[in-house]
Every structure is written in C-alpha cells, then in structure tokens.
T-cell receptor, first 109, second 116 residues
Framework: GQNIDQPTEMTATEGAIVQINCTYQ??????LFWYQQHAGEAPTFLSY??LDGLEEKGRFSSFLSRSKGYSYLLLKELQMKDSASYLC??????????WGAGTKLIIKP | GAVVSQHPSRVICKSGTSVKIECRSL??????MFWYRQFPKKSLMLMAT?????????EQGVEKDKFLINHASLTLSTLTVTSAHPEDSSFYIC????????????FGPGTRLTVT
C-alpha cells in the first residue's frame, strides 16, 4: 500500500532550528510537496522536490532522497508565526496526491 | 481513520460539457467540506466551503454558477464543473473536516480534469 509517515507533533524554541521528517512508500514518484497550514486556513505551498538534494528558500529548506523514500523540511530562525501544521504529500505515478497526516509544530518563546 | 476519497481520479472531457467530481469521507462524518484547485507547483486555492444541508460559500472570484457544489449528506459533497473550458483543466482536491472545535482537514487524493 501507499504510505506517508511524519511525526504527529513537534515542539521547538523560538530562534532555533527544527527538522520535520517525512518517509514515503508510494507506487511511483512524481514529486514531493511540503505545505504549511495554519488552523482554519487553507494550506500554503512551501516547496516541491522531484530531484535528490536540498532546495533552499529563505528560512525554509527541503531535502529529498528518492532512493531512501525520505524528505525533510528544515526551518531555521524559528518565529512564533511558524506554529502550524506541516503537510508532506507525494504525487504518485498516476499523479494522485498521497497526503501525510501532518506534523503539528509548536513554537515556544 | 479519517480517509477521504474522490471519484473520478482523472477525467477528460470535451469543451462545453459538464463534469461531476465526488468527494466522500469514508469513516467519519464531515460537517464541512472544502474544494480546492491546485495550480502547478503552487498553493492550493480554496474555491468554496460547503456545510451539509446548506449552500456553499464561494471564495471571491470563483463563479458559483460554473462550479456547482452540493453537500447532500455528511459523507458526500460533489463539485460539478459546468460548460467546461480548457482553462478549467486543473487538479481539484477536496478536504473534509469534522467541524466543532477541530480545524483539522483530511485531504482527498485529487481529481485531474483535462478539458479538450
């Protein structure tokens, strides 16, 4: 079956760095997405990785290893507004999105 | 738990025809369902929010007469794209929420619509 695993909840301190991991097993692979979702709002796109390696975009970076079925989202210089759910999603060979359950990130002062 | 399905997963239709997409919550009752449209490598764009038994609330810029939404039961919402045009080709994703104090949304796998 197809499966996306990510931690349910993480806690970090303002100003610190946090890494949210995502492992996947899917039938085929056409890219991996990370989304940020604040409570009551629609998810917002953070990153898209289809090739191995690290993609850096400001305070956020996303890494992909296709051979390991693994990705992580790295958030630096954490701010209180980064408290949100972070969703990992993989597009499979049929171009269907397989969603992770999301990681709730709590930032403490 | 908390599985949401969509049907069909992909559909190709001719310009001018209508297409219906179903969104079902399989193991929970969804008081609220959301319909999104995803543009390539972009954020999901919320199209409308539907509550069971009442009219959907459409986001600004979304034509309610073109994108008909029906939330007839606590487990089923449908999106009908009427008089489809090639520019309506997109990836449509629904999500379902149990409502109450929970804002958690469970997303469906999406439906890829291609209008020729």
């Amino acid at each position: 079956g197809q499966n996306i695993d990510q931690p349910t909840e993480m806690t970090a301190t303002e100003g610190a760095i946090v890494q949210i991991n995502c492992t996947y097993q899917t039938s085929g692979f056409n890219g991996l997405f990370w989304y940020q979702q604040h409570a009551g709002e629609a998810p917002t796109f953070l990153s898209y990785n289809v090739l191995d390696g690290l993609e850096e975009k400001g305070r956020f970076s996303s890494f992909l290893s296709r051979s390991k079925g693994y990705s992580y989202l790295l958030l630096k210089e954490l701010q209180m507004k980064d408290s949100a759910s972070y969703l990992c999603a993989v597009m499979d060979s049929n171009y269907q999105l397989i969603w992770g359950a999301g990681t709730k990130l709590i930032i403490k002062p | 738990g908390a599985v949401v399905s969509q049907h069909p997963s992909r559909v190709i239709c001719k310009s001018g025809t209508s297409v219906k997409i179903e969104c079902r919550s399989l193991d929970f009752q969804a008081t609220t369902m959301f319909w999104y449209r995803q543009f390539p490598k972009k954020s999901l764009m919320l199209m409308a929010t539907s509550n069971e038994g009442s009219k959907a609330t459409y986001e600004q810029g979304v034509e309610k007469d073109k994108f008909l939404i029906n939330h007839a039961s606590l487990t089923l919402s449908t999106l009908t794209v009427t008089s489809a045009h090639p520019e309506d080709s997109s990836f449509y994703i629904c999500s379902a929420a149990t409502g109450g104090d929970s804002y958690e949304q469970y997303f469906g796998p999406g439906t890829r619509l291609t209008v020729t």
